[in-house]
C-alpha cells in the first residue's frame, strides 16, 4: 500500500496513504517522521495550525531518502482570509521549513476556526486566499493546491471563481462517520477526497460491531477502517508517533466485501469524540 499512488488532476502523484501529524508535539515530530518514513511512507501531513511545520521538516532532511521522493502537505491557516495575508503565510511556510516547495498546500478550514459552522461561509476571503495558493503554485512553491473542511457550496466558490481546479478536499471521514453526498459530489468535480481521523480519533476502538468485523478479517480495527476509506477512494491519514501503529496502519493488503461494506457505511454516528470533541471540526 504504500507504494501505491493516486493521481492528481494535474498529473502529480501522491501516495494513497499519509502519515498525520496533528497533536505530534515539537520534541517529538521529526522522530515520528523518521520513523514512518523508514517503515516506507512516502506522504506526510502538516499544518501551519499544527505548529510543528519545522520539525517535521527537519525529519524530512534527517531521513536519509532524498526530497524528491517525499510528498509534504502542509495546511495554509484558516484565519487567513486576505489576499496579503495569505501569501505571507505560505512564504513563512517554506521559510520555517527550509524549503524551496511543497507538494500540496490547502485551506485548512472555509472558516476561521472561532467562527466554524456558523453562516458567514467567507466567499470572498477564501477567493482571495485561493488566489494567492494559485500564485504560489504557477511560481513552482507549490505543486498542487487544494482544501480541507470544504462543503459543497465552499468547493462552488473555488471552482466558479479560480483559475486552477482544487486537487483536493480534505475533510473528517470514517466508519459511522461518511459524508457520502459531499465525497460523491467532490470526486465528480475531480477533487481526490482525503480523509483525516480515519478511526474517529480512537473513539473506534470502542465499538463491538467494528471489532467482532475486525475479527472476521483477521485484522485490527484502525486496519478495517482505513481499508474502508481506501475501498471508498478515499486518502486515509491515520495519526500517529508509534511505529508500531505506523507499520500496522500499512498492513491493510485485504479486502471488504461489499455486504461488509454496506454494513460499515450504515453504523450509528458517533455522538461524542471524547477529548477532541473541543474541537471545532468534532462538534
Known amino acids: 500500500m504504500l507504494q501505491e499512488t493516486y493521481t492528481l488532476t494535474n498529473g502529480v502523484k501522491v501516495p494513497k496513504l499519509g502519515l498525520g501529524t496533528w497533536l505530534i508535539d515539537k520534541e517529538n515530530a521529526a522522530q515520528a517522521v523518521k520513523e514512518a518514513i523508514n517503515i516506507g511512507y512516502r506522504h506526510i501531513d502538516t499544518a501551519q495550525d499544527y505548529f510543528n511545520e519545522a520539525e517535521v521538516a527537519a525529519g524530512i532532511k534527517a531521513c536519509g531518502v532524498s526530497r524528491e521522493e517525499i510528498f509534504l502537505t502542509t495546511k495554509l491557516s484558516a484565519q487567513h482570509k486576505n489576499y496579503e495575508d495569505a501569501v505571507a503565510a505560505i512564504d513563512s511556510s517554506l521559510q520555517r521549513m527550509g524549503l524551496d516547495y511543497v507538494d500540496l498546500m490547502i485551506i485548512h478550514s472555509p472558516q476561521p476556526w472561532d467562527k466554524f459552522g456558523q453562516s458567514d461561509r467567507f466567499t470572498t ?159
Open 125 to 283: 476571503g477564501n477567493q482571495q486566499a485561493w488566489q494567492a495558493l494559485e500564485e504560489a503554485q504557477n511560481a513552482g512553491k507549490i505543486r498542487a493546491i487544494g482544501l480541507s473542511n470544504f462543503q459543497q457550496s465552499d468547493i462552488d466558490n473555488i471552482l466558479k471563481n479560480g483559475t486552477i481546479a482544487p486537487a483536493v478536499n480534505q475533510i473528517l471521514a470514517h466508519v459511522t462517520n461518511t459524508p457520502a453526498a459531499l465525497i460523491q459530489y467532490a470526486q465528480e468535480k475531480g477533487l481526490l477526497v482525503e480523509a483525516y481521523s480515519p478511526i474517529g480519533h480512537g473513539e473506534l476502538f470502542k465499538n463491538a460491531q467494528l471489532a467482532q468485523m475486525a475479527e472476521k478479517y483477521e485484522v485490527t480495527i484502525p486496519q478495517l477502517c482505513i481499508r474502508y476509506t481506501l475501498q471508498l477512494g478515499l486518502l486515509p491519514i491515520p495519526k500517529t508517533a508509534n511505529p508500531a501503529h505506523m507499520k500496522n496502519n500499512a498492513e491493510v493488503d485485504f479486502v471488504i466485501s461489499p455486504d461488509d461494506m454496506a454494513v460499515l457505511k450504515g453504523m450509528e454516528k458517533i455522538k461524542d469524540y471524547g477529548e477532541a470533541s473541543m474541537f471545532p471540526v468534532y462538534q
